[in-house]
């Protein structure tokens, strides 16, 4: 069963940055899509930032400009360098693959214990 696990979270103040990593227990390029997700306290899960093998991205409004994805595709990890954080950006990070890139709302895998991001104001 492919694993994925988060990494990086933490409590850091307004305009601060974190970088969260993603450990996939499988050879990355298995998957096309990769992506980073979060969910805020009593909502849906939300997407953040994908990436496909080739490098393509795209970000949520919310984020762009600020935060970035890439993938090691050697390392088998997905990263998301997140600057000028904003206390809207408190939540819990998870990384997943959505099925493609048209049906990103679909996800491959279950969603894992993700690691938490908080910023203060």
């Known amino acids: 069963q492919v694993q994925l696990v988060e990494s990086g979270g933490g409590l850091v103040q307004a305009g601060g940055s974190l970088r969260l990593s993603c450990v996939v227990s499988?050879?990355?390029?298995?998957?096309?899509?990769m992506g980073w997700y979060r969910q805020a306290p009593g909502k849906q899960h939300e997407e953040v930032a994908i990436i496909s093998a080739g490098g393509d991205t795209d970000y949520t409004d919310s984020v762009k400009g600020r935060f970035t994805i890439f993938r090691d595709n050697d390392k088998n990890t997905v990263t998301l360098q997140m600057n000028s954080l904003k206390p809207e950006d408190t939540a819990v990070y998870f990384c997943?693959?959505?099925?493609?890139?048209?049906?990103?709302?679909?996800?491959?895998?279950?969603w894992g214990q993700g690691t938490q991001v908080t910023v203060s104001s």
């Open positions: 499988e050879n990355i390029l298995r998957f096309n899509v």
């Open positions: 997943n693959c959505p099925v493609t890139w048209s049906m990103r709302t679909e996800m491959t895998f279950p």
